[in-house]
Nanobody, 123 residues
Framework: DVQLQASGGGLVQPGGSLRLSCAAS????????MSWFRQAPGKEREFVAA???????TYRDSVKGRFTISRDSAKNILYLQMNSLTPEDTAVYYC?????????????????WGQGTQVTVSS
């Protein structure tokens, strides 16, 4: 079965850091574009970051310089290092995969989704 299992969320104070992980199985991870999306209560799911199979990365403007997406193709794991967190980063974070050399910021163009992990930034 094709699966993505996200983990690493939690409660953190403003200015703190978290690292999310997403374990992939059942597909050729190294050939997929991978991404992180997030969804806050009452809001639409939004693009956070993506990484191509080549390692090229893309970020939404509000997380540039604070978040880093990376992948370990030997372990089939996707990461999102989040630093300098603010309450506006509070959301459920989802990892997603797309069998394409092209990334997209549109959620409906990603084929495989993980179950989400809650990130809460609050003092």
């Amino acid at each position: 079965d094709v699966q993505l299992q996200a983990s690493g969320g939690g409660l953190v104070q403003p200015g703190g850091s978290l690292r999310l992980s997403c374990a992939a199985s059942g597909f050729c991870f190294s050939s997929y574009a991978m991404s992180w999306f997030r969804q806050a209560p009452g809001k639409e799911r939004e693009f956070v970051a993506a990484i191509k199979w080549s390692g090229q990365t893309t970020y939404r403007d509000s997380v540039k310089g604070r978040f880093t997406i990376s992948r370990d193709s030997a372990k089939n794991i996707l990461y999102l290092q989040m630093n300098s967190l603010t309450p506006e980063d509070t959301a459920v974070y989802y990892c997603a995969g797309r069998q394409s050399i092209v990334v997209s910021t549109a959620p409906n163009l990603w084929h495989v989704w993980g179950q989400g992990t809650q990130v809460t930034v609050s003092s």
